[in-house]
């Protein structure tokens, strides 16, 4: 089943509220804020929350308080996650309090699932706007409708989305200033992951159209951006129901003039074609490093998870890659504490780590998700068990982290260049204008110092050395 197509441009209403909310301001200038929680997929939506609301007259800010509207862009993916939801929206019941005017909206992953939307609009009456995660063309509406009722219970909206198969096109996006970008190529999931939650607040596998994706690549080239990365809940599956794959659409993103680098997450194992694979060593754009998520090395263990793959499958997978690419980097996700999950299933983990040799691993103790069938299975894991474990695959990942990394030092290598290095960075956070960093194609950051500004550029530069999974380096003339 094709997906329907929403064409935001095509809204005559954006211009009406636009309009009309900002001659309710008079000549004040007004403020946006928005909370990203979660994934890149929710970075990239918030972008598109922030330039929806940019095209209603409301100017980004980096401060909360002075925020006209706030909206808070949820994940449910992560433990204790919905606490810190809750949290926050504790302390802006009082920036309202404050603030009558202040308008607060919540949308993303959480908000569709209907307990905690009901939760949100039956005990915290602060919050005007509640949007599911297929709503975004919901929320100019809302946010007028939120400016202009008095009363508190007609202000307030509630859109959860359950048609599955719908694709808003022509969204405005606000993009973070950088030459690397988020360009989403496809919606929701099918693969009901027995820990995962993502099919239940997502919704079906739904692709846009290669025509569509192809027209933003080039429109983000000619903004300045060299380096695009595909994102999907799945993108191995991209293009089932439009009859395209996946490889194809990166042949011809490969040949979009301007672009530098391609890269796509998340790849699921079970999806991954021989002509994905090939592509690797076909196109030059296509980056030498791929995130491959592997959740367990026992095969019991990845049945019960509902992965599709067992342990074979997946070596032989990363022994094609290698063959096409032998100087690819891999990266995963892994979980351990797995319902079930015995010693040996654990040591078999440890085993495949060993084996894969992995640049970098998101490593995970097992958090039961409510709606699962993994929450609900017998012989749960006690939490001492999963933290011991959990510590002993961290340490042995952080290791073959820092052999990998300390393998670069003395060899010349391409970085494309970020820019200056801001106070905010956690690896090598600095005021001072010459430090800066780029990415090699195998994803890792390296640290350097330029007396110019190198943004966007394409550099040579020797790794003089590493510290975990960071590099240093000097650029070469």
Known sequence: MKPSIIDLSQHKEFNEYISKVNALSGEKKLYQYVYTFGCQMNVHESEMIQGILLKCGYEPTQNPESADVIMINTCCIREHAESKILGLLGTL?????KKPELVIGICGCMTQQEEFAKKIKSKFHHVDIILGTNSSQKLPESLYRALTQQ?????????????????????????????????????????????????????????????????????????????????????????????????????????????ERIRFMTSHPKDISDELINAFGECDKLCEHLHLPLQSGSSDILSKMNRRYDMDTYRNIVKKLRNVRPDIELSTDLIVGFPGETDDDFKATLDAVNEMQYSFAFSFAYSPRKGTKAAVMEDQIPEPIKKERLNKLIDLQN???????????????????????????????????????????????????????????????????????????????
């Open 93 to 97: 019941s009082h920036f309202k309090a």
């Open 151 to 259: 009363e508190s219970k007609k202000r307030r909206t509630l859109y959860l989305d359950h048609e599955d198969m719908t694709i808003c096109e022509n969204t405005p996006i606000l993009r973070a200033k950088g030459v690397c970008s988020w360009l989403t190529v496809m919606y929701g999931c099918n693969n009901f992951c027995t820990y995962c939650i993502v099919p239940y607040v997502r919704g079906r596998e739904r692709s846009r159209t290669p025509e569509a994706i192809l027209n933003d690549a080039r429109l983000l080239v000619e903004s300045g951006t060299k380096e695009i990365t595909l994102l999907g809940q799945n993108v191995n599956s991209y293009g089932k129901e439009l009859d395209y794959s996946f490889a194809k659409l990166i042949k011809e993103l490969n040949k979009v003039d301007g672009l």
């Open 399 to 477: 290791s073959i982290s820092q052999k990998i990394s300390a393998n670069y030092v003395g060899k010349t290598v391409e970085i494309l260049s970020e820019g200056r290095v801001g106070a905010d960075d956690e690896a090598s956070p600095s005021n001072d204008p010459m430090r800066q960093v780029g990415r090699t194609r195998t994803n890792k950051k390296v640290y350097f110092t330029a007396d110019n500004d190198t943004n966007g550029q394409l550099l040579q530069a020797r790794i003089t050395n590493s510290v975990s999974v960071t590099l240093g380096g000097e650029l070469l003339k």
